[in-house]
């Protein structure tokens, strides 16, 4: 059964503490992305890769930090220095050869941090 | 820098009915552009994907549309159902990185 998958699905961390969302697929994509997605409004690129050991930041990448070690998996480091860490994060990933990169998510891991 | 508007944000019609979502957007060098559905508290579906060198793609009960020189594509929902009550977002690609520049998305309600 080929997809991505996300975890945990909800996460609870107190101010101050970095934490680490995990993105698994089974797709065999090349590209793997993370985006933010705050109440009421569309989604924010945080971060890229589009090749293992190698990943850009995207528009809101302050606060966080991945790393690309194996195809298949992308994780989020969420660290004390994000300033508003509370938010509904999705991991996305996609082909990058031939023209047509059409994106497939996963079902996203809600943080709370108090 | 491209930016990505839905309207409306909201939308409740009866069953039925055939209704339009549209999507609008500044920079007209797109790659490509999505439609998603979002159910709450859920991931995202992708629904369609339209090429830039493409005008449409229908898949069953929907339709999208693209027309690049003037910023907009529009999501049409034949015969609505109350399944169909969900978040729609559409996001294009700018470059062949495929880095997607999401709208706010129309928060749609089909009544019974």
């Known amino acids: 059964d080929g997809g991505i998958t996300q975890s945990p699905k909800y996460l609870f961390r107190k101010e101050g503490q970095n934490v680490t969302l995990s993105c698994e697929q089974n797709?065999?994509?090349?590209?793997m992305y993370w985006y933010r997605q705050d109440p009421g409004q569309g989604l924010r690129l945080i971060y890229y890769?589009?090749?293992?050991?190698?990943?850009q930041k995207g528009d809101i990448a302050e606060g966080y930090s991945v790393s690309r070690e194996k195809k298949e998996s992308f994780p989020l480091t969420v660290t004390s220095a994000q300033k508003n860490p509370t938010a509904f994060y999705l991991c996305a990933s996609s082909m990058t050869s031939g023209r047509v990169y059409e994106q497939y998510f996963g079902p996203g891991t809600r943080l709370t941090v108090t | 820098k491209q930016e990505v508007t839905q309207i409306p944000a909201a939308l409740s019609v009866p069953e039925g009915e055939n209704l339009v979502l549209n999507c609008s957007f500044t920079?007209?060098?797109?790659?490509?552009l999505q439609w998603f559905r979002q159910d709450p508290g859920k991931g995202l579906t992708s629904l369609l994907l339209i090429q830039s060198s493409q005008r449409e793609q229908t898949s069953g009960r929907l339709n999208a549309s693209l027309d690049k020189s003037s910023g907009r594509s529009t999501l049409y929902i034949a015969a609505s159902q109350p399944g169909d009550s969900a978040t729609y977002l559409c996001a294009v690609s700018s470059n062949a990185g495929n880095m997607l520049t999401f709208g706010g998305g129309t928060r749609l309600m089909v009544k019974p």
């Open positions: 797709l065999n994509h090349d590209a």
């Open positions: 920079d007209s060098a797109i790659y490509n």
């Open positions: 890769s589009q090749i293992v050991n190698d990943f």
